[in-house]
């Protein structure tokens, strides 16, 4: 049989460029790896879960091996979308996509992990697996050594009693767990942390988690919308009777246009921003969307937990594309800086683009990020007239006017 063609996968719709590619040395480990294991521990292909295919990798080149009916799990609605692209492009089909649960993992004796960065994700996919998965499941567990730490075992042997990580090969490791420990009936996600006014819920996987990262609390501090802020125009409103404040006169919170009528948080994440927007303007209707399930996930429970599920609506997509041209009269960003593991602003661009088509003229889109970061005049350049409204050495705050 020829060789998986990996060379043929395509990140599309995810940012592209020559230094980024599909598939790396990991997913082929984790395939060879498979396609040993799985005659005697998975022959039929509904018994291997893959999680963290990134654009398809895996599931394809094993559906491509023969194995029907592998069930998979990724995190990005861009991966999402590129393995669908990807298996058309290869005529591959007969593989599942699941969420992160119970359906993902019911009866899996072979699980294939590409590792998370963070811990707390680890966390939450260890604790799904020797939850749902067979007893006798095997898991193996790649990544790329120079973003792979002691750590990542530690999380590991909590969940699995045998824990064996392997020589590194082509700079990637493998790492080989059994065993499924016993797991207490509630799982270890989401989790919830109360702040200033609001609440805010995270699964493990999602930016910050349930604290309020350092640049959000900048933005919601400019537009008047931190904690603090919140519960002064809470008693405001409690005194006054007003239905809550909107505007700098009452309360502090930016006037934004009284005829507006959507607010998007672009790449929400746990759904701080648009919670924050929503409390202090009752009147607002707000898209919170992410390309991140965790996100999603974590944005709809914060959504929940702060009473908000009327007016907020929280959308798995891909800089909002499902959204239609002009919808919006505010756009709230906190753009990611980091793409993948490699820094690249192409992931901001894409969202500085999106914000722009989403606007309508006149709009505003308000944008937090790291001060080392020139975003001023790619911003004029891509939505219109940016002036900046807040800047400290690690942050700085924009307004751009669409034109
Ligand atoms: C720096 S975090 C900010 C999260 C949240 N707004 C906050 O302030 O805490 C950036 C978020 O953008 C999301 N993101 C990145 N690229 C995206 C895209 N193309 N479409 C939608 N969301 C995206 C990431 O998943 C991440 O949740």
């Known amino acids: 049989m020829p060789p998986f063609p990996y060379h043929r996968l395509r990140r599309r719709p995810d940012v592209e460029s020559p230094e980024l590619q599909a598939w790396d040395a990991t997913d082929v480990l984790l395939v060879d790896r498979a396609l040993a294991l799985a005659p005697s521990q998975a022959p039929d292909g509904t018994k291997i879960a893959v999680i963290g295919d990134a654009y398809g990798a895996i599931s394809l080149a094993l559906t491509d091996a023969g194995y029907a009916g592998i069930r998979v799990h ?92 392997e020589r590194a090969e082509r700079k990637s490791r493998l790492i080989v767990a059994s065993g499924p420990r016993p797991v207490p009936p509630e799982t270890p ?70 005829g507006a009528d959507l607010v998007v948080d672009l790449g929400c994440g746990s759904g701080a921003l648009a919670v924050a927007y929503a409390l202090a303007h009752p009147d607002a209707r707000v898209v919170a969307t992410d390309r991140s399930a965790a996100a999603v996930a974590s944005a709809r429970a914060t959504v929940a937990a702060n009473g908000l599920t009327d007016r907020i609506t929280v959308t798995h997509d891909d800089a909002g594309s499902e959204l239609p041209d002009g919808c919006a009269a505010t756009v709230l960003l906190n753009p990611p800086f980091h793409l993948g593991t490699s820094i690249h602003t192409a992931a901001a661009t ?23 970061l020139a975003y001023k005049s790619t911003l004029t350049r891509i939505v219109g007239p940016t002036e900046q409204v807040h800047r400290t050495p690690k942050f700085t705050v924009t307004r751009s006017v669409r034109r």
């Open 74 to 165: 990724q995190d990005l609605a861009t991966g999402r979308r590129a393995l669908a692209r990807n298996a058309q492009e290869l005529s591959l089909e007969g593989f599942r996509s699941h969420e992160l649960d119970e359906s993902l993992l019911a009866g899996a004796r072979l699980v294939l992990v590409q590792l998370p960065k963070s811990l707390a994700e680890l966390e939450e996919i260890a604790d799904a697996v020797a939850r749902w998965a067979a007893g006798d499941v095997v898991v193996v567990a790649g990544g790329r050594v120079k973003h792979m730490t002691l750590a990542q075992n530690d999380v590991l042997e909590r969940f699995f009693s045998q824990v064996q990580a």
């Open 350 to 372: 894409r969202l500085f683009e999106a914000a722009a088509r989403l606007l309508r003229p006149g709009g505003e889109l308000w944008t937090v990020y790291n001060s080392s």
């Open 189 to 258: 996600f989401p989790v919830s942390t109360q702040h200033d006014g609001f609440t805010l819920v995270a699964h493990g996987g999602v930016f910050a988690g349930a604290r309020l990262d350092i640049g959000t609390r900048v933005l919601l501090e400019v537009l008047g919308l931190d904690g603090s802020q919140l519960l002064k125009n809470r008693q405001a409103a409690g005194e006054s009777g007003a239905g809550g404040a909107d505007g700098a006169d009452s309360g502090g919170v930016v006037r934004t246009d009284p």
